[in-house]
């Protein structure tokens, strides 16, 4: 006898059953309606169409977003028990309802599904903690001089974007060799022009200064070449060229050219000597592999350009389906935040749905995108490499696990917590003499700072430099709310002394939360002068507990020590950054605004024309009124406003 969804039968089920064996069509017609009667499904109603359909939980929470050619087939595939995949039994159990919404086609459900991934966060839906984009490089050749540019997002803009590269900081090192090479412009055209004389970065030579003249239009044209070439990965036809000029020059008697031009040589030659050629055909591709233990999934990006390996990245998943369900997941979450699509992706397997997959990524690409399964050569040896790759880092993740673990354990042991800290939320209050204050909340999970977590919060009606009443309504918003979404905190930190954790008391004592959270405080540690050795001498950090009147120490040096401290120091950086960010936009007011008729839209028009403020109070009436798009009665004001002291 087939199971019932959460694999249970009662008495009367099994005598409903036995009156239907009459017929099979009709006990499986019985099944299938006692079934869908617990999901609160009625399939007769469910159209044939393609489209989304999202299971939902206790407490109204999604659980599970999919897309379906055929929404009635998928969603009787699943009431009748005909998907035998481990993960889905486990999901059944637990949904109480299930919402579909139809599409015109099935790309359009792929879109959609994505959305809905990203807005809900499912739990049974691939979830890659990680949002952090990769930075590219932007080259704009419609603009008069084109420069490069560090950004997040690749747009469908027309400009050409090269990367992605991992570290930001390690790109911005890169583009300082990269500079001295070829001596693009670095800031933005309005800003060049509106300088009555070249940038430092010229007088360093890292600069052409095509904003005064010093380059002409076909030179710089040749540079911003050889650069797109140099970040496609074309080096022999850089090198080439440069050699070329350098041989010309030096026939010319051009010696110090020709000695800038051997060092560009030199200098490209030494940055090839570090990386590694394993693709013959120079083209690009992300080549994608899949390392398996269990329940336990890594997946390794290598991104080839130009034949030659750029960066790696890894992700970490729990993931019970099959790879193909796995990669076509994967391969939506990863490229529809934005970043570079090459013209070739290579994997292990093909994801399900791969020529709905493919068509999705041509789109957003622009171009072309195929996905493939190397059977032999080079290409192969790309997604073993990967495969390899993915595996190392695994191993590397659970050894780390481990550590971490093993910190969380000293933390609880040393803490007395009731319950291992997987979920740690460091709270902290930043103002200035009681003005624009704020609070943050940063999060650790299992030991990791999880920076998708953190949360700012804008304090209102509170007195000015009152922190606990700050602390007090930081803290009662966050808690609300995770009582709705069910996201609590197994631990909740914050900094300050006794003081503090009172208020952090009586906040869970108010929401009936004081048994389901554990409470520390974390006092500063002190600084005093020892007066017979005139030496300064540091206090332990002392961590306060409920219940308990003497403070606890962590030994000095300890990881456990070092992951609190480091969690306390997170949240005080990003509390007095957002702090920082909201005095300088108070402070921060133009002349401009001032003047009666001119807001923001107006103000950004008046100094994108002119460049400054300056050169604004400068200008004539004649010259104001001729502004595009500005009112001539704005213009009149605007002229009044800077020359009321001539009458």
């Known amino acids: ?33 006692a079934m869908a009667a617990d999901l609160e499904l009625d399939l007769a109603n469910i159209p044939s169409a393609s489209g989304v359909y999202l299971m939902y939980g206790a407490g109204g929470r999604v659980l599970y977003v999919g897309k379906a050619r055929n929404l009635r087939t998928r969603l009787r595939n699943y009431v009748r028990g005909a998907d035998s995949r481990t993960h889905i039994h486990f999901l059944l159990r637990k949904v109480t309802r299930v919402e579909t919404i139809v599409t015109d086609t099935e790309k359009e459900a792929l879109i959609l599904e994505n959305t809905l991934i990203k807005k809900h966060k499912p739990r049974y839906n691939i979830n ?50 990269l500079y001295r090479v070829f001596p693009l412009r670095h800031h933005r055209w309005q800003q060049c022009r509106s300088s009555d004389r070249p940038c430092l970065y010229y007088q360093i030579g890292q600069c052409s200064a095509p904003c005064h003249g010093h380059i002409s239009d076909e030179d710089y044209a040749l540079l911003v070449q050889q650069v797109s070439d140099f970040l496609r990965g074309r080096y022999g036809q850089v090198l080439t060229v440069l ?24 200098a490209i030659e030494h940055t090839l000597e ?32 130009g034949g030659r390996v750029q960066e790696t990245r890894a992700y970490s998943l729990r993931w019970s389906l099959d790879e193909a369900a796995l990669l076509a997941g994967f391969l939506q979450q990863y490229y529809g935040r934005g970043n570079i699509i090459p013209p070739l992706i290579i994997m292990p397997v093909l994801p399900d749905g791969h020529q709905l997959v493919q068509q999705w990524l041509s789109e957003r690409r622009g171009r072309k995108v195929t996905l493939t399964v190397p059977q032999r050569g080079e290409r192969l040896q790309l997604v073993r490499l990967a495969g390899r790759n993915a595996a190392q880092r695994r191993r590397e993740r659970g050894a780390q696990q481990e550590e971490r673990d093993a910190v969380l354990e000293d933390i609880r ?19 200035i003499q009681g003005s624009c204050a704020v609070g943050s909340m940063v999060v650790a999970s299992d030991g990791v700072e999880d920076k998708g977590a953190y949360r700012h919060y804008r304090i209102n009606g509170v007195s000015d430099g009152d922190d606990y009443a700050a602390l007090r309504q930081v ?70 507990r409920p219940g308990r009147k003497n403070p606890v120490v962590l030994r000095r040096g300890s990881a456990a020590l070092f992951m609190l401290e480091r969690l306390r120091d997170e949240a005080h950086r990003f509390a007095i950054t957002y702090h920082r960010k909201l005095r300088a936009k108070a402070s921060l007011r133009s002349e401009l605004d001032r003047i009666p008729g001119i807001g923001p839209a107006r103000r950004k028009l008046l100094l994108k024309y002119f460049g400054s403020v300056k050169k604004i109070r400068a200008c004539t009436r004649e010259q104001l009124h001729a502004v595009p798009g500005l009112p001539g009665k704005c213009a009149e004001e605007i002229y009044r406003h800077f020359n009321a002291d001539n009458g």
Not at 246 to 259: I, S
Not at 413 to 431: A, K, N, W, Y
């Open 1 to 33: 006898m087939p199971p019932c969804v959460g694999g249970h039968y009662t008495k009367d089920s099994r005598q409903n059953q036995q009156n239907y064996m009459l017929s099979g069509w009709a006990v499986k017609v019985g099944q299938e309606q």
């Open 128 to 177: 890659l903690r990680d949002d952090k984009t990769y930075v590219s490089l932007r080259l704009d050749m419609q603009e008069p001089f084109p420069a490069l540019r560090i950004v997040r997002r690749v747009r469908n803009d027309g400009a050409v974007y090269f990367g992605p590269y991992a570290s930001a900081a390690d790109l911005r090192a890169t583009l300082k060799q």
């Open 243 to 266: 050699a070329a000029r350098m041989e010309q020059a030096a026939q010319a008697m051009r010696y110090e050219e020709a000695a800038a031009l051997r060092d560009q040589i030199r």
């Open 274 to 305: 570090k990386q590694k050629m394993v693709s013959s055909d120079g083209g690009d591709i992300d080549v994608i592999g899949i390392d398996r233990d269990g329940g336990t999934v890594e997946v390794c990006i290598l991104f080839v350009r």
């Open 413 to 431: 042991r040393t803490l007395g917590l009731r319950r291992l800290p997987r979920r740690m939320e460091c709270f902290d209050i930043s103002h």
């Open 475 to 544: 803290l009662q918003r966050r808690l609300r709310r995770g009582l709705e979404e069910n996201n609590l905190p197994d631990m909740l930190l914050v900094d300050g002394g006794k003081g503090q954790l009172a208020i952090i008391e009586t906040v869970l004592a108010e929401l009936h939360l004081a048994e389901r959270i554990d409470l520390v405080s974390i006092a500063k540690s002190r600084v005093r002068a020892n007066v017979r050795s005139r030496a300064v001498e540091r206090s332990e950090e002392r961590f306060f």
